[in-house]
């Protein structure tokens, strides 16, 4: 019995999971190499994360000011 694929799900949440995230899960369930994608999708994210805090602190200390 076959499923969804995982990148099938992101896209009933598309709020959640940019089209990006979604074209990318996809090519990586039909290399076979979804393992890669998510460690590298979970880096991307992380990284975003930590530039957007950055910037929110910047900002705070700019309005301190």
Request: net charge negative.
């Amino acid at each position: 019995m076959e499923g969804h694929t995982l990148a099938d799900g992101f896209a009933e949440f598309p709020r959640l999971f940019p089209e990006i995230y979604r074209a990318t899960v996809a090519a990586g369930e039909q290399a076979g190499h979804l393992d890669n994608v998510l460690e590298r999708l979970a880096d991307y994210t992380e990284s975003r994360e930590q530039i957007r805090q950055k910037v929110l602190v910047n900002d705070r200390l700019e309005q301190a000011r």
